[in-house]
């Protein structure tokens, strides 16, 4: 099985991609898409609750995952958990096996979803980034030593005297990587890295960039309005509406994005994050050149 921490001290440039889950995701279709993903990718994120969509759990999603022989990147969000549950969730990732870890504050589910649930927030970010280190660490619970364990960023154009407090307090509390939300936008992330260069952080934590292969400008517009983490600019747009194949030009745009992030000094890699078509994720790193045909 190969495994993200020994890509990331291996490779130049890593490529991840998200599992697609949906309400109606089975055992069968995950391993579907695990088998057009796999050999093209380091490691394969499993998400949760995707686009605010209530889907199997991550541990679930990852235990298949592992069946297939690859390196999970499971995702735990703070906000619909409490800490005993949250505990409960790493103790059974590290018992069958994952090894990397992506822990976010999440987001709270669409009004629509009905009756609305309750958010949580027992446990912040930083504390379960700590309280999964500690797991890692405890020779008493069962797996593999310690996680990978990476945390949700926003990329923005930095100011000079910017420090990254809460960066600096994920990598501080035991995270490894960070990896910025869907930007778009090549000159904010250059910028953003350099930054990250600049404080040294680069030297104590790998950065992954979100990328994604966006089928048609409608589904661009909605992850621009209904996702406020995400940033996709109205050129990109534009290109897409204009295109008569609009399939081929996002897998165009994601390729050309990836051999512009590969350039990037201080970058470690990208995830493609998932948007409903494995095969698309794959004809954008075969066309980045990233990857061998």
């Not at 990836?258 to 794959?282: H, Y």
């Amino acid at each position: 099985m190969k495994a993200l921490r020994e890509a990331i001290r291996r490779s130049d440039f890593i490529i991840t991609a998200e599992l697609s889950l949906t309400p109606d995701s089975t055992v069968a279709s995950i391993v579907e898409q695990t088998a057009i993903l796999r050999p093209h990718v380091d490691a394969i994120q499993v998400t949760e609750n995707q686009y605010g969509k209530l889907h199997l759990s991550p541990l679930a999603a990852a235990s298949i995952l592992i069946k297939e022989g690859v390196d999970p990147v499971m995702q735990l969000s703070t906000c619909n958990r409490n800490r005993a549950a949250l505990i409960g969730d790493l103790l059974g990732a590290r018992a069958i096996g994952v090894t990397s870890l992506l822990l976010v504050r999440g987001k709270k589910l669409p009004d629509s979803y009905q009756p609305q649930p309750q958010q949580v927030l027992d446990v912040g970010v930083e504390e379960l980034i700590a309280t999964a280190k500690v797991i890692g660490n405890d020779e008493r619970t069962a797996g593999e030593p310690e996680f990978l364990i990476g945390a949700a960023v926003t990329a923005h154009t930095p100011t000079a005297e910017w420090a990254a407090p809460k960066i600096v307090a994920k990598v501080d509390a035991g995270a490894k990587f960070i990896q910025t939300q869907l930007r778009l936008d090549l000159d904010v992330l250059r910028r953003f890295v350099a930054h990250l260069v600049s404080l040294k952080l680069t030297w104590r934590c790998s950065v992954i960039a979100d990328i994604a292969v966006l089928p048609s400008a409608q589904a661009a517009k909605w992850l621009r309005h209904n996702l406020s983490h995400i940033m996709i600019s109205a050129k990109t747009i534009r290109r897409l509406e204009q295109a008569s194949d609009p399939e081929r030009e996002g897998i165009a745009i994601c390729s050309m994005f990836l051999q512009e992030m590969a350039t990037i000094p201080g970058l470690s890699g990208a995830n493609l994050i998932a948007t409903g078509n494995p095969e698309a994720v794959v004809a954008a790193i075969k066309a980045s050149g990233l990857r061998g045909g």
